[in-house]
């Protein structure tokens, strides 16, 4: 097995350039620019609709681009075939062949390949092996349960070594613990084969627990590329922010700009917010302010820090086992969301809060998000 | 109110009754005829009405029937040429038809419905009057023939060149009128299994290096198997038997099994034998049906 050398970064591995796919007057992907490096485990995570499969064909050379270019190894792709392309897919609907065993599904690809039948046949059992299939390789697809046949189709799309694999939505059918696993296993397979993955996926967990970076794409547009946390830390609009995790999202105006900060007047909060850093606002801007429930902190008691600091009752809440969602109700009527984690080994309304007790929010300066009213 | 109408259903056999009605109705109306047929072509013929009688002594039927059937070369010529004009006819619709199917399965959904309309168009105008079309067509005069004749013309050398070609009452001609008329019992079936077919196959292949046509014979043929042999059937059978077209545009001498059971059962009057061929054809078309089903069950057996 040839697998690549991680030492040799190539940045530029698969470039697109200004990219876009107009169906009649629509644009289903609209001006994309984008690079993936060699090996890198990429996910494009969009809502339904988005044009996440729309640039996956293109990628796949299935749909020509309307305008812009596609480079894949500094070769440009426009007008090369699908199957000339170093470029493999595994399909959301799997597209598993009826007529074929498990091992020709997998073979098939290897016909093309200049190989002698014994080493194709290696091959196969190799694949099959990497994704523990090699005792059902003389079933048809029909009598494969789904998370086989999903097995079965990434064994497929990996056999011929493709320079970049393309999955589009390749664990959508499968259950929790199942997903997890195979979540694992692409990890393991991406590092073993030094294959550059691209993942399609809505799901927002699957791509950051998967992927070195995300693309979080919207209506056809890239609104922001990076890594996991990047992206969760640092959205750099309202919408990435919403999209990825839940969020408080408070509409307010900077009241003071000091060096180190500025203070935000929510009238719904009732209380002045402190932000930190100050970056670019300036007194009077309309903004949004935004912070993660997690980064919230709760108690019964009110807390020594002397500013960020909000009174509510608890509305309601939900117990998940490590943690508990709240949802308070402040004396302006707004309702927040914050987590805590539960520590103890008692109920979450011993150990935090109950129905309608008071109870004390603070917020961190840095925990605290400022997005203009426009992003 | 649904479910009491279903259990009145249940209660009073109705079900049972409306699972059986067509079972009853093939009993009635096909096997209790075909047995009469069997028992018929065991009989002799005698001038009395209908025209044949059993034997007076045990054992009341004779083979001398089947004898003659299997060595009288007139029956075995006419099955043979059955065979072969049926056979020929169901490869050249397939050839024709597969095409035409896949053209349709590829074509805008509006275009779909149009292409399969003209598919269907034929059937509004009389069968027999599509067959005298033909035989204007075929004749030396039309200029179809002339057309078909100055193409052969530039063919072949002078010494070999002809006034016109010889179409009607040749086999030539059954086979020509028998494909254009079965040709829809060939594109129906197959548009009906291509059409099913998931394209994103076609995607998964070609992404896996393989060019168009190595497409087409890896994915699309192996899986419309099921569509050509319904498609196949539907044209096979009916050619064996068929009567009007040999009887119109074929040549007496050279008849097929059809045209031999009405000669049969009407000049000659000889309904034993009428029957014989009868039973024949039927069981040239049965058991090649029935092996195959049984090699199908084995591989589908196999696979498991
Ligand atoms: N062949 C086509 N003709 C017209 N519109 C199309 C075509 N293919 C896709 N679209 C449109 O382009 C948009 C993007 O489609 P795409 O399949 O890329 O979405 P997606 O991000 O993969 O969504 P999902 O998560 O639901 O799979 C959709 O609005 C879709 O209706
Ligand atoms: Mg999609």
Redo the contacts between chains.
């Keep these: 097995m040839t697998a690549s050398n991680p030492a040799t970064p190539q940045p530029d591995f698969i470039r697109i350039e200004g990219v876009t796919k107009s169906f009649g007057t629509f644009k289903a992907v609209n001006n994309v620019s984008l690079n993936i490096s060699k090996g890198e485990l990429f996910a494009l995570l969009g809502g339904s609709g988005c044009g996440k499969t729309t640039l996956l064909r293109m990628l ?3 749909e020509a681009p309307t305008e812009g270019r596609i480079f894949i190894d500094g070769q440009d792709m426009a007008g090369v ?3 000339d392309r170093p ?3 595994m ?1 959301q ?1 799997y ?5 074929m ?1 498990v091992a020709k599904n997998v073979g ?2 290897l ?3 200049n190989m002698t039948q014994g080493q194709r046949d290696d091959r196969v059992k190799e694949m099959l092996g990497l994704v523990q299939m090699a005792h059902l390789a003389y079933r ?1 697809p029909h ?1 494969l349960s789904g998370g086989q046949r999903q097995r079965v189709a990434l064994a ?2 990996l056999a ?1 070594l493709p320079k970049l694999l393309l999955l589009d939505e390749p664990l959508g059918a499968l259950d929790k613990k199942l997903r997890e696993h195979t979540q694992f296993e692409f990890a393991n397979i991406q590092y073993k084969l030094g294959i550059t993955f691209v993942v399609v996926t809505h799901d927002q967990e699957e791509a950051m627990t998967l992927a070195s970076r995300i693309a979080v794409m919207d209506q056809g547009v890239i609104r922001q590329i990076g890594s996991p946390s990047d992206i969760y830390e640092h959205p750099n609009s309202r919408f990435v922010a919403d999209f990825i995790g839940s969020i408080n999202m408070v509409d307010g105006e900077v009241a003071r700009v000091e060096a180190n900060g500025v203070e935000v007047l929510c009238p719904t909060l009732g209380e002045p917010v402190f932000v930190a850093p100050a970056n670019s606002h300036r007194q009077g801007d309309k903004v949004s302010l935004a912070f993660r429930p997690e980064k919230v902190a709760i108690s019964r008691r009110k807390p020594a820090a002397a500013i960020n600091v909000l009174k509510g009752k608890v509305l309601d809440f939900g117990y998940f086992g490590k943690d508990s969602l709240f949802r308070i109700k402040l004396a302006t009527g707004r309702v927040l969301s914050v987590n805590a984690v539960n520590t103890a080994r008692m109920s979450a309304e011993q150990a935090v809060a109950t129905w309608e007790e008071d109870v004390y929010l603070s917020i961190a300066p840095e925990a605290a998000m400022l997005f203009g009213a426009d992003s | 109110m649904r479910s009491a109408t279903r259990d009145w259903f249940n209660r009073r056999g109705w079900r049972d009754v409306i699972i059986a009605s067509p079972y009853l109705w093939l009993v009635a109306f096909f096997l209790v005829p075909f047995i009469i047929v069997i028992v018929m072509s065991f009989a002799k013929t005698a001038t009395q009405s209908p025209p044949f009688a059993f034997l007076p002594d045990w054992p009341f039927i004779r083979f001398e029937t089947y004898q003659r059937l299997f060595t009288s070369s007139l029956y075995i010529r006419a099955g043979a040429i059955s065979v072969y004009n049926a056979a020929v006819a169901t490869v050249l619709c397939l050839l024709i038809g597969y095409p035409m199917a896949l053209a349709i399965t590829r074509a805008g959904k509006s275009l779909q419905r149009l292409l399969l309309m003209l598919v269907i168009l034929p059937f509004w105008t009389s069968f027999l009057l599509r067959v005298y079309a033909w035989i204007g067509l075929m004749g030396k005069n039309s200029w179809f023939n002339k057309a078909l004749t100055s193409a052969y013309n530039v063919f072949v050398p002078t010494s070999w060149e002809l006034p016109g070609i010889q179409m009607m009452n040749t086999n030539f001609a059954v086979v020509l009128v028998m494909v254009y008329s079965y040709l829809p019992f060939m594109v129906l079936p197959l548009y009906a299994n291509l059409e099913k077919l998931d394209t994103t196959l076609n995607e998964a292949a070609m992404d896996l290096g393989s060019r168009r046509w190595e497409v087409f014979r890896d994915i699309t043929l192996p899986l419309s198997i099921p569509g050509i042999i319904a498609g196949g059937l539907l044209v096979f059978i009916p050619a064996m038997g068929e009567l009007i077209i040999p009887s119109l545009v074929g040549n007496a001498g050279d008849p097929m099994i059809g045209r031999v059971i009405q000669q049969e059962f009407g000049q000659n009057r000889d309904w034993p034998m009428a029957s014989a061929v009868a039973v024949a054809l039927l069981l040239m078309l049965v058991v090649p049906l029935m092996l195959y089903n049984h090699f199908e069950a084995k591989a589908q057996k196999g696979a498991a």
Excluded: C, D, I, W
């Design positions: 796949a050379g299935f075939p699908a199957y470029v493999n897919m399909f609907s597209a598993l062949f009826p007529h065993t098939y690809g016909k093309h390949e048809r009598q497929r799309s011929k």
